[in-house]
DNA sequence: CATTTTCAATAGTTTTACTATTAATTTTGC
DNA sequence: GCAAAATTAATAGTAAAACTATTGAAAATG
């Protein structure tokens, strides 16, 4: 990823926090110490007292930013989201052919970020593996309907329709464009995860991006 | 499903459990308060301690069976995949067209399963839904290395393996087939779960089986 | 029938998730 | 410029969850 543009900053949600974590030095502690520390450890093992221990604060000051620990993750995956749907739409403005844009789409879905990027209290890197290992956690929970309800996954669904939009223009007809685009999503998030713990399930070949491969055939061969 | 065979036991792997839940009463009774518990629950709020109230029982027992809650978790989706090879053997043996084997394999996969079948202390519908909403989770842990050191996952893998084959027997060429299998599986779960709770995430009609019908056109378009 | 093994209950401990209260700091209203 | 109000983050908790040590009773074994 080159660097797009410098001061942008990436909003999420009132909802999902008590107060905003870009508004104080301590917030923003909390949100890179949070990062570090679920790809570290994982989301089960993580707890706010570990990381209040990490970045030197307490347990009750974390408590000031967000309701439990199950916000942070939802906080942390709409970021993430909102930041790849400003990188399609980045990708994709100017570009005329839906083909294109499509094939662009794809590519940024199922590629494999390492990089840290633009933004000083977030890498990219750690919080793409955390979306690959966490993120279906969000809504895997009884939690769902009523995290749903307070918009906890608009930034999903909007990255979805986007991309189900330029499948509609290059087949007006294909009946299932979400269920397509989510499950290339979801699918490379597992088929990544597969190739790093139970390579068994997957096929993956040295020096090749078989994921991003993979992904690209099956969706240009579903519209047609 | 029909009934297949009736006397007919599963087996988990032993180092699952720390006693067998089939040997005893109590056993089974935990096996089958589980099921409903975490269905009803959701697996972050089913606890030992509620599972032993439920089966007039306590939690140290629960213990002399099962290390933790997580092993539970492990214990049924373990069954669930070994009897979903089972149902496959089952419906593929003597079927001489590889591309009559895969349809049905693609099936068995997809369908939603709603009935209790042949097994006295497991209600396949209720299991079922714990495998769409929880298994997942079984190995997006920081465990899963040593778990699958531990074979946890042998079911599964076997499972895909087979499925693998069969596609190979019809495109002996085509370079992705576990990724096929296990992006079908894991689809065709987080589809229905985006269907009952998400539903701008997939693309649901009324009166049809879309989610079969969708993995159905992705697993042979993407072979031929 | 004595000995060993297994079983499941009681009664713990430790850790996690979360809250009530308060001193210190910052913001604001005039 | 300073008192009042609001905000911040620390201390010190509680309740529940996850898990363990011990033990008497029951069952199996030799």
Redesign the interface.
């Known amino acids: 990823m080159k660097s797009l543009i410098s001061n942008i900053q990436i909003q999420v949600q009132h909802s999902l926090y008590l107060k905003d974590p870009l508004s104080s030095e301590l917030g923003k502690k909390i949100i890179k110490g949070s990062i570090e520390l679920i790809c570290e450890?994982?989301f089960?093992?993580f707890t706010f007292k570990k990381l209040a221990v990490k970045i030197a604060s307490t347990e009750a000051s974390v408590y000031r930013y967000f309701e439990s620990k199950n916000k942070v993750l939802l906080y942390l995956t709409n970021w993430y989201w909102s930041w790849l749907e400003y990188r399609l739409v980045f990708a994709t403005t100017n570009v005329p052919s839906a083909y294109d844009q499509l094939t662009k789409a794809v590519y940024l879905l199922t590629e494999d970020i390492t990089e840290d990027g633009n933004f000083e209290h977030i890498d990219e890197g750690k919080l793409h593996q955390i979306v690959l290992?966490?993120s279906?956690?969000s809504?895997?929970?009884?939690d769902?309907?009523s995290d749903?309800e307070g918009g906890a996954?608009a930034p999903?669904?909007n990255l979805?329709?986007r991309i189900s939009n330029i499948i509609l223009q290059i087949n007006p007809n294909y009946?299932?464009?979400?269920?397509?685009v989510?499950?290339v999503v979801?699918?490379a998030h597992?088929?990544r995860?597969?190739a790093n713990?139970?390579p068994?399930?997957?096929?993956v070949?040295e020096g090749e991006d078989?994921?991003a491969e993979?992904y690209s055939?099956?969706v240009f061969?579903?519209i047609?």
Do not use: C, W
Request: glycine share 4%.
């Open positions: 450890l994982g089960e093992q290992s966490e279906l956690k809504f895997l929970t009884k769902v309907d749903n996954f999903y669904k979805v329709q009946k299932y464009p979400h269920m397509l989510s499950t979801e699918g597992i088929q995860h597969f713990h139970l068994r399930l997957t096929d070949v078989a994921v993979f055939q099956i061969k579903a047609k």
